[in-house]
């Protein structure tokens, strides 16, 4: 079920106005990061359209990476006090994200936030909300998932809800022409994973069509990745990662598979801890677990290296394959090295002790049965092993 409008094309931006008086709102928060959306101008061209169109709103900016719990709640303050009916988020997934959580929050003053993140309450209520994207990476843009960091524990959590899917997701690839190399690749890298996590983390079996599906994505994503990192301002390079960040996201891509983002988990533990990259983080940790976990289903991974990197995996006993699924996985990280991302915590630039190792697994897997996973579970002890080996 994706239910999120999407005006996709150059110059789209200038339709916000339009499209949220289409809906009826009336008083609109805009909500965003840093500078960039100031130098670049379209916080004007969006300012601009909305009061052309006859609608109030309040600015509330200052989202950083891995967005914050303490954020959310002066936002969810400002829409209580300024009666606003609509949250239109400006950037990336951080942004997208920390919307979501202030819609969350919002309308329910008697219920703590953090509740939710923590699965032990879910939103009555939410204000609806849509967005205007400027980097293609988490799919939030369409997604029902929203991910924040508490900054008083160090936890980084996320929780899915039908309420997160946006209203509207308005998409021009030309507004990532000027995302950095290093986000960029962040971006690319976590589009990616979305779809591997799915493709090689399910338990089930005979999905063939969205196996395809997913095959096609990510070789997709890797041409697009690689062409964006050599030019910029390749229109259809970016339009390709943009849309792949949608789809990665919205299900698509798992649809009959049982799936757990496993590396994903790994990774908030790191952002809750070194406020990392998200991509970055997801790039420097894939490797060790993919080694870790290949024996439980190695034709799986063989089958991923022959379908998206070309290796030959012709053999047919699970015995023999050891050298493609190893093949597969370095192609994997040469990839990731090509555009100048990580594939250990030392490239990442962190330099977890021990302790820091057995905290992160303790917090990983509190509260969820002493196990992530449901392609290989994870123990503590288990995820103390690759985050070592990730070092």
Not at 100 to 116: L, S, T
Not at 137 to 147: I, P
Request: hydrophobic share 40%.
């Amino acid at each position: 079920c994706v239910p999120t409008r999407v005006i996709f094309g150059r110059d789209t931006q200038k339709r916000a106005g339009e499209l949220i008086k289409e809906y009826g709102f009336r008083k609109v928060m805009i909500h965003y990061g840093g500078g960039s959306v100031k130098r670049s101008g379209l916080l004007d061209q969006v300012t601009a359209s909305l009061r052309e169109a006859g609608i109030e709103m309040v600015l509330f900016g200052g989202v950083q990476a891995n967005p914050t719990l303490s954020k959310a709640l002066e936002g969810m303050e400002i829409c209580r006090r300024e009666g606003v009916d609509f949250i239109l988020a400006v950037g990336g997934g951080s942004v997208i994200d920390s919307a979501k959580c202030i819609a969350d929050g919002a309308p329910n003053p008697e219920i703590d936030p953090w509740k939710f993140f923590m699965k032990e309450a879910v939103p009555p209520k939410a204000l609806p909300h849509g967005n205007i994207l400027t980097l293609s990476a988490s799919g939030s843009e369409t997604s029902q998932s929203c991910v924040i960091t508490n900054e008083e524990n160090g936890l980084k959590r996320g929780f899915n809800c039908p309420a997160h899917r946006p209203l509207f997701a308005v998409c021009n690839p030309e507004l990532t022409f000027t995302v950095s190399r290093f986000q960029t690749g962040c971006g690319t890298v976590d589009i990616l994973m979305h779809t591997l996590e799915r493709y090689l983390g399910g338990t089930t079996k005979d999905t063939a069509l969205t196996d395809r599906i997913a095959e096609g994505l990510m070789k997709a994503v890797i041409e697009a990745g690689t062409a964006a990192d050599l030019n910029p301002e390749d229109y259809e390079a970016r339009a390709t990662l943009m849309w792949a960040g949608s789809l990665s996201h919205n299900d698509l891509t798992g649809l009959g598979r049982e799936v757990m983002m496993t590396v994903h988990q790994l990774e908030h533990e790191l952002g809750g801890m070194f406020d990392v990259a998200h991509g970055a983080g997801l790039a420097s940790v894939w490797g060790s677990w993919a080694r870790y976990v290949y024996k439980t289903n190695p034709g799986r991974f063989a089958l991923f290296g022959e379908k998206v990197f070309g290796i030959d995996a012709s053999q047919t006993s699970d015995s023999d394959i050891t050298d493609t699924v190893l093949a597969s996985i370095t192609a994997w990280e040469t990839w990731c090295h090509s555009i100048d991302m990580p594939t250990t915590l030392t490239e990442l630039g962190i330099y977890p002790t021990d302790a820091q190792i057995e905290e992160m697994a303790e917090k990983c897997v509190f509260g969820r049965n002493g196990h992530i996973g449901f392609f290989q579970p994870l123990t503590k002890e288990d995820i103390v092993a690759i985050l070592q080996m990730a070092k």
